[in-house]
């Protein structure tokens, strides 16, 4: 412990915060807006088939493999839903997209903020890796040219 530890900011514990309620409010919102343009729906009503896809994704994200830190299910690597049920539910969040920034500014940019930070991340993933996988070359190489020379040299 140094003298200058007391006048450092100390490194606080990693806080994992449960996405889950913020996630799910949202997802409702958003099927919300497309059924009731698409639909003609009026309020927070669906029709039948939207119904059904909200509880579907209701139901996968409860059973997440990410548990309560969940990203955002169109930027996730796991695709929980069927191939015909991604479709349509890739095609609402896309469809949506105008309209939760007129009835939903705040929810819309801080969702497109966190989907940019997904994206962000993965970037960054991505160049560590690619900088370890040179980095095992190049020392792989090293190798080989240092074993040739010992083989040279006996």
Do not use: W
């Not at 930027?75 to 839903?81: D, G, K, L, M, Y």
């Not at 040179?134 to 040219?145: D, G, H, L, V, Y």
């Amino acid at each position: 412990m140094s003298i200058f530890d007391r006048f450092l900011p100390k490194k606080r514990p990693l806080e994992i915060k449960n996405n889950m309620p913020k996630e799910k409010e949202n997802m409702k919102k958003t099927f919300g807006i497309y059924c009731n343009k698409h639909h003609g729906t009026k309020n927070d009503k669906l029709c039948p088939k939207c119904t059904a896809l909200l509880a579907t994704v209701m139901t996968k994200m409860n059973r997440c493999p990410y548990g309560i830190t969940k990203p955002i299910c169109d930027r996730c690597e796991i695709q929980c839903f069927g191939e015909k049920q991604t479709k349509e539910f890739m095609e609402i969040m896309k469809s949506t997209g105008t309209g939760m920034f007129f009835k939903h500014p705040i929810m819309a940019i801080k969702h497109k903020m966190a989907s940019m930070s997904v994206d962000y991340s993965k970037h960054e993933m991505e160049k560590r890796q690619k900088e370890k996988d040179k980095a095992k070359e190049k020392n792989a190489q090293e190798k080989a040219k240092a074993k040739e020379k010992a083989e040279k040299d006996k």
